[in-house]
């Protein structure tokens, strides 16, 4: 679906879907593409911070309601031309409305275009122990948040593992932190659900930490700037000895030109871990 022609800016987007299947709102893919480049590959249910499954979810860029619309409130600029598009990797038919309110942008300097990259690994040894890289990042841009979607096969702890952000080529990282559920706005594994502008967790099935957690994290003034590279790894740290699956959902924006090592990875999409 093209877009009018720019300078300009999607300042609403809205995905109302006939089925809350897990499976097909991870198989729906999101694909944006801004002045030539696609700048967004990501499923629908992660690009809007339901993670797996349709989880509700408030917080100040984006809403979930069980049974209505996601709603993204992520500025998008373009200076001449852009274009949305929902690919669906699956089988199931599904019944899909997306709408965008297009408003006007001065393009200028300044001016950014949004990135939302996504990856899962299924499986994923918890020992031995490891980093496990969200994104990497290069060019001018600014990193605004994460969604993450555990798949975890027994009620012990899985998030003691700390998150590790390497800025422009640092040697040490300037970002490192004390804990997954510190970096996601809670403490001690806390496996109770709340709702917060910036920070939330949307699903913890147990008993335990058993089951499929969500937990997403938006940056406004704790967003990070970068002038050439941003590397996010996040310390994977379980007390047990097993196979879990990570899925993360990065959103960040940039100055054209700026690459990624993260692509579309379609045959990880169409795989979501039984519960």
Not at 76 to 89: E, I
Not at 178 to 198: C, I, K, M, N, V
Request: net charge neutral.
């Amino acid at each position: 679906m093209p877009l009018p022609a720019g300078p300009g800016a999607v300042r609403l987007l809205t995905a109302r879907l006939g089925s809350e299947s897990a499976t097909a709102w991870r198989a729906l893919v999101l694909r944006i593409e801004c002045d030539g480049a696609e700048t967004v590959w990501c499923p629908l249910g992660d690009f809007f911070g339901s993670g797996a499954g349709v989880n509700a979810l408030e917080n100040w860029q984006r809403t979930v309601v069980k049974g209505g619309p996601m709603t993204c409130r992520w500025v998008m600029p373009y200076r001449k031309s852009a274009r949305l598009a929902v690919q669906n990797l699956g089988q199931e038919k599904v019944e899909l409305k997306l709408s965008a309110r297009i408003g006007a942008w001065k393009w200028d300097a300044r001016s950014m275009h949004f990135h939302a990259n996504w990856r899962q690994q299924n499986p994923l040894p918890t020992q031995p122990r490891s980093d496990w890289n969200y994104i990497a990042a290069t060019g001018q841009g600014v990193y605004v948040g994460d969604t993450l979607t555990v798949f975890n096969p027994v009620p012990d702890w899985w998030g003691e593992g700390d998150e590790k952000i390497w800025v422009d080529g640092e040697n040490f990282p300037s970002h490192f932190g004390t804990g997954s559920e510190d970096h996601y706005g809670y403490a001690w594994g806390d496996t109770r659900l709340f709702q917060g502008p910036f920070v939330n967790q949307i699903r913890c099935d147990g008993p335990g930490n058993r089951g499929y957690t969500v937990v997403t994290r938006t940056r406004s003034l704790d967003a990070i700037p970068f002038t050439k590279s941003l590397n996010f790894d996040l310390e994977v740290w379980h007390w047990n000895n097993f196979q879990v699956a990570y899925a993360a959902a990065t959103y960040w924006y940039a100055r054209p030109g700026a690459k990624s090592n993260r692509g579309p990875l379609p045959a990880e999409a169409l795989t979501l871990p039984a519960s």
